[in-house]
């Protein structure tokens, strides 16, 4: 019923830059938040970023100052700024979506993951 595609992952230069972009469609009624987490091999699934539908941000604390995440309710839209990377920051970034769907948005609230996309910062 609710889909999510991401999309902007690829091999980048330590230094460099990638915006993920990941959209949700189907029977949505409303989002709560949406965010990014990501999983290196042998590692468990960690916070990158999450936005609230009001705005609100929190992010992982190796971010330190390094990605931005925005988002656009009226696209269902999530972005991910990652500036200054780091082969550190290689791995599978996931898209995590919680929202109400059905009718008058009876059902939820739902938690829904993306497939993933692989970054991967390597010189």
């Known amino acids: 019923q609710v889909q999510l595609v991401e999309s902007g992952g690829g091999l980048v230069q330590p230094g460099g830059s990638l915006r993920l972009s990941c959209v949700a469609s189907?029977?949505?009624?409303?989002?709560?938040?949406m965010g990014w987490y990501r999983q290196a091999p042998g590692a468990q699934r960690e916070l990158v970023a999450v936005?609230?539908?009001?705005?609100?941000?929190n992010y992982g604390d190796f971010v330190k100052g390094r990605f931005t995440i925005s988002g656009d309710n009226a696209k269902n839209t999530v972005y991910l700024q990652m500036n200054s990377l780091k082969p550190e920051d290689t791995a599978v970034y996931y898209c995590k979506v919680v929202l109400f769907i059905g009718p008058g948005g009876a059902w939820g609230p739902n938690t829904y993951w993306g497939q993933g996309t692989q970054v991967t910062v390597s010189s």
């Open positions: 189907g029977n949505i009624f409303s989002i709560n938040a």
């Open positions: 936005i609230t539908r009001g705005g609100e941000t």
